[in-house]
Each structure stands twice: as structure tokens, then as C-alpha cells.
């Protein structure tokens, strides 16, 4: 089955100072990968999403990088802001794209 | 702006009662899904539904589990006989399918069982 996995499971960054969380992923037949927020007592949050057919996209203050060849994404965060601390999971679609697999999570502390 | 929607937000209960929560998805959403989350990890999926049926369950929803969306809306998620090792955030989750790609799920802010 799919397995997703995260490097670090805390990242402390300076207030401005840019963010990079990664995620390694199993499955080299995964198609869709997404990265949630989830803040304390609240539930995961979209953030930005990417095909397989694309290495980078770019949101608002996000960028996801893709890389296919290590089975690998990153989500980078500009000019880290206090409202970012959160929890951040990378998930991918499984199962014929039926159901989101999820994995450990990083905490994302910004210090000010 | 109407988004998922869980009831109750927290729970308490005994070892050996029966639980049962609710779920209402944004109303277009014709895929529902529901998670439980330990505390530092990821949401683990457990079942998912179009429409009124449901058409996957997680090995991890044991028989004690159960859960139900009758007329393809709301849906509820029923533990009976509940254990210490259930307690966990149970989450819900909507989307609308039909298209390629899947489109994201979009995420109640779950319901918090304690079985003491």
C-alpha cells in the first residue's frame, strides 16, 4: 500500500524567514498529492494541491515542488508569518484516486 | 460559507457504551469520508460513501463500527461497545467527484471521543 512520510516532525523558523517542509512518497503510480494545514482543535485545511503531470505550483505565499524521480514534494512557505504555526501533512490519492492517504505530519513553529 | 459540519465537537463517555456522530457535507458534495485521528499523527481513513452507498471500509473499522448515509446528505458514524482505544478526533470529510482529477477533500473540525 501507499506510504507517505515526512523528514522532520519539527520545524522552527524565524518570523520573514522562508519555510521548507518535505514529504517522500511510496507509490510511483501516485497521481495527485495535496498539502493540508491543520491548526490546533480544527481540522486539516486545504492548501495547495499538484498533478503528477507538473513539478511546481504556485499559490498564494506557496509553492509545491514535485519530483518523481525521488518520489518526493516539498511545500515552501514565503516570509513565514505566526498564523502559519500549524501542523502540515502532505497526502496522495490511493485506491484509484478514491481516498486520501495521509502521513505523520510537521509541526511548523514560527518564532517571532 | 457553509462548510462540513460535525456534531457533537466533543464527547465523553464510558468504556462500553455505544457513541453516535454526525456528519453534514457541503451540500454538492456527493463523496463522504470519515478519518480518526490519534493525537501526532495523520488522519487515517476509514470509510467513504457516493451518494447513499458505501463503497470502501478501512480494516481498521472494526464490527463495532458502523456507519451510514441514508439518503446520500448527512451521514452518521455509530461506535458501539466503546473502548479506551477509540478515543480519538473523528473527522469527516466531503467532496465532488465526477471529474479527473479527484478534487481535494474538504474537512469538518471533527468530533473529540474520550471513552473513560
Known amino acids: 500500500g501507499e506510504s507517505v512520510g515526512l523528514h522532520l516532525p519539527t520545524l522552527s523558523v524565524q518570523e520573514g524567514d522562508n519555510s521548507i517542509i518535505n514529504c517522500a512518497y511510496s507509490n510511483s503510480a501516485s497521481d495527485y498529492f495535496i498539502w493540508y494545514k491543520q491548526e490546533s482543535g480544527k481540522g486539516p485545511q486545504f492548501i495547495i494541491d499538484?498533478?503528477?503531470?507538473?513539478d511546481k505550483r504556485q499559490g498564494q505565499r506557496v509553492t509545491v515542488l514535485l519530483n518523481k524521480t525521488v518520489k518526493h514534494l516539498s511545500l515552501q512557505i514565503a516570509a513565514t508569518q505566526p498564523g502559519d504555526s500549524a501542523v502540515y501533512f502532505c497526502a496522495v490519492f490511493t485506491g484509484g484516486g478514491n481516498k486520501l492517504t495521509f502521513g505523520t505530519g510537521t509541526q511548523l513553529k514560527v518564532e517571532l | 460559507d457553509t462548510g462540513v459540519s460535525q456534531d457533537p465537537r466533543h464527547k465523553i463517555t464510558k468504556r462500553g457504551q455505544n457513541v453516535t456522530f454526525r456528519c453534514d457535507p457541503i451540500s454538492e458534495h456527493n463523496r463522504l469520508y470519515w478519518y480518526r485521528q490519534t493525537l501526532g499523527q495523520g488522519p487515517e481513513f476509514l470509510t467513504y460513501?457516493?451518494?447513499?452507498?458505501?463503497?470502501?471500509k478501512s480494516r481498521l473499522l472494526s464490527d463495532r463500527f458502523s456507519a451510514e448515509r441514508p439518503k446520500g446528505s448527512f451521514s452518521t458514524l455509530e461506535i458501539q461497545r466503546t473502548e479506551q482505544g477509540d478515543s480519538a478526533m473523528y473527522l469527516c470529510a466531503s467532496s465532488l467527484t465526477g471529474g479527473d482529477p479527484p478534487t481535494p477533500l474538504h474537512f469538518g473540525n471533527g468530533t473529540r471521543l474520550t471513552v473513560t
Open positions: 499538484i498533478r503528477s503531470n507538473m
Open positions: 460513501f457516493q451518494n447513499e452507498a458505501q463503497l470502501e
